[in-house]
């Protein structure tokens, strides 16, 4: 190392020089300026084109900052000042020279409202993160003067999704704060960005407008509607403490009957009594009983739901039944239908998995969950569920008044003869009621209180 600069060998067997002839394949900015040429004449050119860019480069980010304070009617004035001006000399119309200079002064004027920067502290809190469609939710801004002297009072702008929340702050004095609180339309499931809190400044004409921002954005999840399922009520599922399966096991805990031995039985299954009395080996037999795997899957296709309220109480269902699965600790899976590209050549197959880890986690995931024209219908939903989801016990199938019997119960026969199978075809212009067919259970509800009074009857028939 020397004056600075490493020096570095080069590997054996490689050259440490390049042939000039190699600049031919270059195709970076100096090439297609200078081309291989060298010299004091082309490292000049190359200096003054990256001087220019460079001029270039700030005189852009300028402009760019002058354009973004000046509002509509400030770039009209600045039209209108050079023509007035202009026509006025060349006419000799005093009137059209008054206009000018008066909106040179406008200018200067105001000009004196964009300097300086009035060094506020400024927190944006929520007072929950997380509510429930249709519950207040508060959003509180404080601002904190840090300085010794005394800081004029601004305006104050909140964006809250679509929306704005603004207020008049007043002026601080040293080491003074102000607090503002603020309510957050709730009315609409989603997530609704809340922030950066922006101090404006502006001229009373309407001239220029100069923001700046003062905080980070914060999200607000607005979760479903949901409501509480008993435990009791879900009692299609099988488990340890439910009902055995129709399928044969080897080992369990549900005893069946009993047969003879084969090879591979484990010998502490071997009912030592009816061995005695047959002279035969025989073994116990039982059903097998298994940890239920309880699946949700919500359509969100168009082509299933009559209107958006439909919709809205198809999500809920979907939420009631995922945080009573989550509050037991089954093994839940909820699952959406994906959307099919807008160019795609075909027709997407697949179902996007909802986080349940935790209840919140999956209430945030159905926050966002919406409609859309080209999401798989709940026929189709079935059928990639029962495809790609071992292990299904029972399988809720969510969806609006518009798909037929005939539909659901292509829908439930993609699933294996064990799964239960349960559709819940949301409706508020019908009467609640409970209908079976064979291997498909389906309840049809008004509205979400209607919901665990359809499934304690249907647990009990």
């Known amino acids: 190392m020397k004056n600075g600069i490493v020096r570095t060998q080069s590997p054996r067997g490689v050259s440490g020089r390049f042939d000039t002839a190699s600049t031919l394949d270059l195709h970076n900015t100096r090439a297609r300026i200078v081309g291989d040429r060298t010299g004091v004449l082309a490292d000049t050119i190359v200096a003054i084109v990256r001087f220019s ?29 050079p023509l007035s001006l202009i026509a006025g000399y ?30 506020f502290q400024f927190d944006l809190t929520l007072e929950h993160p997380r509510v429930v469609v249709g519950e207040e939710a508060v959003g509180t801004v404080v601002a904190r003067n840090p300085t010794r002297r005394r800081l004029l009072g601004t305006t104050v702008e909140v964006p809250v999704g679509r929306g704005l929340a603004e207020f008049a702050m007043p002026g601080l ?67 340890l403490e439910g009902n055995p399966t129709r399928q044969l096991s080897n080992s369990d805990v549900a005893f069946h009957a009993l047969r003879e031995y084969t090879t591979g039985d484990e010998r502490r299954y071997i009912h030592w009594k009816s061995t005695a009395k047959t002279g035969t080996y025989m073994v116990r037999q039982f059903e097998e009983t298994r940890r239920s795997h309880l699946v949700v899957a919500l359509s969100l296709a168009e082509a299933d739901y009559a209107n958006a309220e439909e919709f809205e ?60 024209p080209t999401a798989l219908q709940v026929r189709d939903v079935a059928r990639v569920v029962a495809d790609g989801i071992a292990g299904v016990s029972v399988a809720f199938l969510i969806c609006g008044s518009l798909p037929t019997p005939g539909t659901l119960r292509a ?26 067919v064979p291997g ?15 499934l304690a009857r249907s647990a009990a028939a």
Request: charged fraction near 20%; aromatic fraction near 6%; include cysteine.
């Open 53 to 81: 860019k460079s001029v270039g480069a700030l005189l852009r980010e300028s402009l760019s900052r002058i354009a973004g304070v000046i509002t509509p009617l400030g770039w009209t004035l600045l039209a209108v000042l």
């Open 173 to 239: 004095s040293r080491g003074t704060t102000f607090e503002h609180d603020f309510v957050i339309p709730t009315a609409k499931r989603g997530v609704l960005s809340i922030g950066p809190v922006r101090t404006v400044r502006a001229d009373p004409i309407g001239l220029v407008r100069r923001e700046l921002l003062w905080t980070e954005q914060s999200q607000l999840f607005v979760h479903p509607r949901t409501i509480g399922i008993p435990s009791t009520t879900t009692g299609f599922i099988r488990d």
């Open 411 to 436: 829908a439930s026969a993609s699933f294996p003869v064990d799964v239960e199978v349960v559709a819940v075809v949301c409706d508020p212009e019908t009467i609640p009621g409970l209908r079976r």
């Open 90 to 119: 060349r006419f000799g119309w005093s009137e059209l020279l008054v206009v000018g200079y008066l909106c040179v002064i406008l200018l200067l004027f105001a000009v004196l409202y964009l300097v300086g920067r009035s060094p």
């Open 313 to 372: 109480l198809a999500v809920s269902v979907t939420g009631s039944l995922g945080v009573r699965a989550i509050r037991d600790a089954r093994q839940v899976s909820v699952v959406v239908g994906e959307r099919t590209p807008e160019f795609a050549k075909r027709k997407l197959f697949s179902v996007a998995k909802l986080d349940t880890l935790t209840r919140p986690r999956l209430l945030d995931d159905l926050a966002t969950v919406e409609l859309a």
């Open 440 to 454: 498909l259970s389906v309840l049809t509800i008004g509205s979400l209180n209607d919901f665990a009074r359809a």
